[in-house]
């Protein structure tokens, strides 16, 4: 009975949570937008997203709309 007490509490404790990240610079202090879940900042950095051949990018099972990958082959960012 205490297991599924324990696991009752954990499942409505995760319902209840939300999570933002802020990823920047060492020397940089950065509140999170409130509309991101995930929020990049530097100034003198930039983001890479995945790379990969067009081959393998038409490999991509359902691929999930939004979804961004450089290109290799035709040397472009892509989005699905």
Do not use: H, W
């Not at 081959?55 to 359902?62: G, P, Q």
């Amino acid at each position: 009975m205490k297991y599924f007490a324990f696991f009752l509490s954990t499942v409505l404790f995760s319902v209840f949570c939300k999570a933002q990240v802020a990823i920047t610079d060492i020397d940089t202090v950065s509140t999170v937008d409130s509309s991101a879940i995930l929020d990049l900042s530097s100034e003198n950095r930039g983001f890479l997203p995945p790379r990969m051949s067009t081959a393998t990018m038409d490999s991509i099972d359902s691929p999930a709309e939004g979804l961004v990958v450089y290109n290799t082959t035709l040397s472009t960012l892509l989005y699905f």
